[in-house]
Nanobody, 114 residues
Framework: VQLQASGGGLVQAGGSLRLSCAAS????????MGWYRQAPGKQRELVAS???????LYADSVKGRFTISRDNAKFTVTLQMNSLKPEDTAVYYC?????????WGQGTQVTVSS
């Protein structure tokens, strides 16, 4: 499985960004796609995930501000990020987990200025 992420960039606090990730390869109908982030000096953490049936999970720090969605027909996952804060600054990685494999995208930088 290969993941190609896009989006990210520099935005002022309070602004919005959208991240997208497209998966290709041998993808099972049942899987979990998600976004993680890693800030300098910190561990990688889950931001949000979504199952193939639409169940979602969010980190407490992004609840009410971020929305994850997916298109099962196109094997894509999107993270809409609103009301961004400087503490959201990190490299964001998309992930796909399914039986027997876990794949990561290349990471995309999100920088939120105060």
């Amino acid at each position: 499985v290969q993941l190609q992420a896009s989006g990210g960039g520099l935005v002022q606090a309070g602004g919005s960004l959208r991240l997208s990730c497209a998966a290709s390869g041998s993808i099972f109908s049942s899987n979990v796609m998600g976004w993680y982030r890693q800030a300098p000096g910190k561990q990688r953490e889950l931001v949000a995930s979504i199952t193939s049936s639409g169940g979602t999970l969010y980190a407490d720090s992004v609840k009410g501000r971020f929305t994850i969605s997916r298109d099962n027909a196109k094997f894509t996952v999107t993270l809409q990020m609103n009301s961004l804060k400087p503490e959201d600054t990190a490299v964001y990685y998309c992930n796909l987990n399914q039986v027997g494999s876990s794949a990561w995208g290349q990471g995309t930088q999100v920088t939120v200025s105060s």
